[in-house]
């Protein structure tokens, strides 16, 4: 794996607080790594800290080769970073913003311009080029911190809540260009929407009170969950009698009424998460119930992440 970031016993102390508490992963290019927490779990903190925002109280961050503390500048070539808020000058347009933003990266003339042009494109920024930033949406503000991200197209992204206060369609125009953008990058991405990790993340670390709790795929999480290849079993007629059946089978470890629009179901689950659906088909199809339902549910992220952060 081409290793692009490095976090080396990262932490940080505020006072006697202590925000992260040695925070070590690395990311290789064409993975996209999604940060989750609960709220002040350390997420941001990180992310600060592997950007040259913060310095650590110990540990480091290599970004591309260049450690972070010894050669800042050249580890900023590599990144793009946008942070918590999408800090930008008010008064400015967008359009005047990418221009700045544009020189500061050693861009001018037609090279300025094709760059500005391509990250206006990317993030729909054409319709509010010349309103003033501090007039724009929440989701707007947004999409103009994105495009200065990409703007020099490093290799590297850092992303602090990257579609907070987007609509639906432009959190999924977004999510879009990041798994366009993902082949050839390390991307790494802090959110509090779970479907996010579904959609765009090919890891996932939980972190929580400044300590990496997880670190796996999504799917490998989702398979820690108590719903994955649980069974929902729905029946056009009475309940009670198939749940004492099901609960039977040697697979099952607890069969659940749940109830739904055309009736109550039932969702058997299973021990340690083994493959029941034959054991339960074998069953329906020798007692003739009558089934509206029957299908292998998927795990559920958040309920494996209130299991892992206790909450």
Known sequence: MDVMIEARGLSR?????????????AVGRGEVLGFLGPNGAGKSTTMKMITGFLAPTSGTAVVCGADIRAYPVEAKRHLGYLPEGAP?????????FLRFIASIRGFKGDEARKRIALAVERLALQNVLEQPIDTLSKGFKRR??????LLHDPPVLILDEPTDGLDPNQKHEVRALINALA?????????HLLEEVDAVCTRAIVIASGKILADATPLSLAARSRFHNAVRVALAGSVRDAALSLQRLPGVASVEETAEPEGTALLVFPREGRAILGEITDLVRTAGWPIRTLRVER???????RSITGG
Do not use: C, E, H, W
């Open 299 to 305: 795990g559920r992220l958040d309920d494996v992440f």
């Open 183 to 191: 082949p050839d990058k390390a991307i790494v991405l802090s959110t």
């Open 88 to 96: 930008a000058y008010p008064d400015m347009t967008p359009k005047g």
């Open 144 to 149: 103009v911190g994105l495009a200065q991200a």
């Open 13 to 25: 102390r505020f006072g006697p607080i202590v925000a992260v508490d040695n925070v070590s992963f």
